[in-house]
């Protein structure tokens, strides 16, 4: 089932180590419905991560993560249940779909490039948790600058002849009353009456001279980080450029948190957090299953899982911020299997997965508690769009029945979509309140399982429609 919902604040509240494997199933248990099993299995996976760190290094050092294999139709919550684990984890997670590499020599991405994305997600993730502790900093250095914009220094005056002391009681006279007016500045800064007053400020450019790089490696394995190269080449090039305080404020807030943030540091602890605490989502594995035929498209599937082989078992990739070991990266890994099994992967490959769990199709029951049980279930959602026009929407009980069970007669007389079916049967049924909404400002609509048939039925009945449509 996928229901991307955002994060709460009682989820970063909760402290990781103190989770047992029944929490961390009551969690995701907030956000997918049904999978017991793969629940389980994820639970357990993290569980023993936080066991690992408290061993001896010696001995943590051997032990090795216990991939997963999750087997089940489109829909179901395979992706959703590691994209949930991953945030509760507040672990760097990167989903990709197997299919998109093949072996050398074919045209697809090199599969190294997904330890390198998910060394870019975690650089990102330390930066955005280091902005939190600069900000403030950051905030007060920018309004300095702005205040210098607005009100430039005075130099104090220089005599030759004149007596020291009249000098400086000139010069204190001054600096009180320009200090008074830079307070009167900042006081009304803060207060926002100087937003829509124009500044000129220094910015940096970002365009740099148009070159060529001929190589016969891929970009992606060539070990060079362009962005930071550029400006050593070419110079950090600044122009004048004249925009309101509000918007000179917040570039300066910006330009403030990148001189704050040591990046040496966030990179290293990003590379850290990647191979201690990374999780990969390999979608479509059942995609690549299969032996070498020898002929026809089919003749690279094996040479694809030979290259992913050793990512899984453990090797070190080469990144532009430095080397970083995959031994102790979670990999989960995803498929229908509906027309290949497991045991059609290399049994190298196979090995590398010690843990299967099967998920089950979603039941009519399935569907209903998908409505209305999830923190943010899609009839929490409709209901907040909704009312952000002003109008009130409500589901009856026998409503939420009639849209599972219109989603669950599709699904089996159609392509069986899991859970995503619920979306297309919600806005076919909601489509006339959408488009109407802004016109019906402080009106009350109740959807039952009248108005959900009035919406549906004809659609439904005609199977070749709805295969178009629903």
Do not use: C, W
Not at 26 to 53: C, T, W
Not at 225 to 230: A, G, Q, R
Not at 298 to 322: A, F, H, K, M
């Amino acid at each position: 089932m996928a229901i991307y919902l955002p994060g709460t604040v009682e989820e970063e509240q909760v402290s990781l180590d103190e989770l047992t494997p029944r929490e961390i199933v009551a969690e995701l248990d907030k956000h997918v419905i049904g999978q017991k099993d793969a629940k389980r299995a994820v639970a357990i996976a993290l569980r023993n991560r936080m066991r690992r760190q408290k061993l001896t290094p010696e001995l943590s050092e051997e032990v090795i993560p216990k991939n997963i294999i999750m087997i089940g139709p489109t829909g179901v919550g395979k992706t959703e249940i590691a994209r949930r684990l991953a945030k509760l984890a507040n672990s760097p997670f990167l989903k990709v779909e197997a299919s998109k590499f093949t072996e050398v020599g074919y045209v697809g991405r090199d599969v190294e490039s997904m330890i390198r994305d998910l060394v870019e997600i975690a650089i990102e993730m330390v930066r955005e948790e280091k902005l939190e502790d600069v900000t403030d900093k950051a905030e007060l250095n920018a309004e300095e600058r702005l205040l210098d914009i607005l009100l430039p220094p005075v130099a104090p005056p220089r005599t030759e002849t004149a007596t020291a002391g009249f000098v400086l009681e000139g010069t204190t006279s001054s600096g009180d009353s320009q200090s008074r007016t830079r307070e009167k500045l900042r006081q009304q800064l803060r207060e926002g009456k100087l937003d829509e007053r124009m500044v000129e400020i220094d910015v940096r450019e970002r365009n740099f001279p148009s070159f060529e790089i001929i190589s016969n490696q891929g970009v992606e394995e060539m070990d060079v980080n362009i962005k930071d190269m550029l400006p050593n080449i070419f110079g950090q090039r600044t122009k004048k450029r004249k925009m309101k305080v509000n918007e000179a404020f917040d570039y300066l807030i910006q330009e403030e948190e990148q001189r704050l943030i040591d990046m040496d540091q966030v990179t290293r602890t990003a590379i850290d957090r990647v191979e201690d605490a990374g999780i990969i989502f390999l979608d479509e594995i059942d995609k690549i299953a299969g032996r070498e035929s020898g002929h026809g498209p089919d003749v690279s599937r094996e040479g694809v899982q030979r290259d992913i082989l050793p990512i899984v078992e453990g090797t070190t990739v080469n990144t532009r911020y430095g080397m970083v070991r995959t031994d102790h990266i979670l990999f989960v890994a995803a498929g229908a299997f509906h027309v290949s099994k497991p045991s059609d992967l290399i049994p190298e490959l196979q090995g590398r997965f010690p843990i299967r769990v099967e998920l089950q199709s979603l039941t009519m029951a399935d569907f209903i508690r998908i409505l209305t049980e999830p923190k943010s279930s899609l009839v929490k959602q409709y209901t907040a769009l909704l009312e952000t026009e002003g109008v009130k929407l409500e589901f009856t009980s026998d409503a939420l029945e009639e849209i599972a069970r219109f989603a669950f007669r599709v699904n089996e007389g159609t392509e069986n979509i899991g859970a995503r079916r619920l979306h297309t049967i919600m806005e076919r049924v909601l489509d006339e309140i959408s488009f109407d909404a802004p016109d019906k400002k402080g009106e009350h609509f109740k959807v039952d399982a009248d108005y959900v048939r009035h919406m549906l039925a004809d659609i439904v009945k005609d199977q070749d429609l709805s295969r178009y449509i629903l």
